[in-house]
């Protein structure tokens, strides 16, 4: 795998931004239950994530009637934008405003598109969860920050997409979990997993039971555990010995504190071969997960490049 130049890496300490960032976590969870209201369920919440985008972060098409819309963050030029298959659209400029405000426009766009929104208008996964509509202090925009944050985000989900293509059994696309604010990729082994015993701030441990369903290895990134931020690996049930296990790349450690391995991104940002450095990570805590758990390996994984020399032909 090449990695692109250095500078692709951006440095964003999450100390910089974090109004920008508690403000933005509340904006994508309100779009991200919009998709919800409409997006019929998926396995493990599936139908609700977010995608990152050439521009931000994307709803994609949200099937609405015998249509669809769409709901992107662009934080190129910093609008959100609302498109209709029926040709309408609308723009919200992005600029510091309250979530409450936030809420009352993105709601207004919807109603002049003749599209519904029945949400729930609480936040998920997090304590105190403010009602969107009452919530006027979460009020930060920094536009800059916000376009590295999704820099971040474009480059995790390059490299943990190609880390993807090397697991044929099933496995989650690369997704932002707008309730843990985090872009997150999942392995299955197949097998059924004990009931999750929830415990997650304001969240319905239903919805850790449907999360968690089945055994897995989850690995992706959010904008905590670290000082700009984290890689993250775990595993579901955790199998004996895992936390103990040797990962690399140096730097990478088992955090007692979110019970995961966990690879700072300014370690990863600031290695000679960023893209390496983080492919070492995820396969390194994958393997740990799937050997102590004895998954089926051999009919789990393939070469993604298994049909190039066919097709050269």
């Given amino acids: 795998m090449t990695s692109p130049a250095p500078t692709s890496w951006p440095s964003l300490r999450v100390s910089d931004w974090t109004p920008t960032r508690e403000t933005l976590h509340m904006w994508t969870q309100i779009v991200g ?10 396995n493990h919440w599936w139908q609700v994530p977010l ?7 994307t709803t994609s098409a949200i099937p609405y009637g015998t249509g669809a819309f769409e709901i992107e963050f662009d934080f190129i030029g910093h609008r959100l934008d609302v498109r209709s298959s029926n040709g309408g659209a609308r723009s919200l400029p992005l600029r510091p405003m309250p979530v409450a405000e936030f809420y009352s426009r993105v709601m207004a766009m919807l109603d002049e598109l003749d599209v519904e929104a029945p949400i729930r208008p609480h936040p998920n996964e997090v304590d105190p969860a403010i009602p969107f509509a009452e ?29 993807r293509s090397h697991f044929v059994g099933k496995v989650s696309p690369v997704h932002f979990f707008w ?128 049909w190039q020399q066919a097709s050269a032909r």
């Fill in 135 to 163: 919530d006027h202090e979460h009020a930060s925009y920094d536009g800059e920050a916000a376009a590295l944050f999704w820099r971040q985000l474009l480059q995790a989900n390059r490299v943990i997409g190609e880390f």
């Fill in 179 to 306: 309730g843990g604010m985090d872009l997150a990729c999942t392995r299955f082994s197949g097998r059924s997993a004990p009931p999750h015993p929830g415990g997650v701030p304001n969240c319905g441990d239903w919805v850790m039971v449907e999360g968690y369903s089945r055994e897995l290895s989850s690995c992706g990134f959010w904008p905590g555990g670290g000082e700009e931020g984290a890689f993250y690996s775990y595993a579901y049930p955790e199998p004996e010995g895992f936390a103990e296990q040797q990962v690399r790349p140096e730097g990478a450690y088992f955090s007692s504190e979110f019970k995961q391995f966990l690879l700072p991104y300014e370690v990863a940002r600031t290695a000679p071969d960023p893209d390496r450095a983080v492919a070492e990570f995820l396969q390194t805590t994958y393997e740990a997960a799937a050997d102590l758990g004895h998954w089926d390996r051999a009919a789990l994984e393939d070469d993604p490049l298994r």
């Fill in 51 to 57: 995608y990152v985008s050439p521009r931000g972060l």
């Fill in 33 to 42: 239950k919009i998709r919800m209201a409409h997006a019929p369920l998926l």
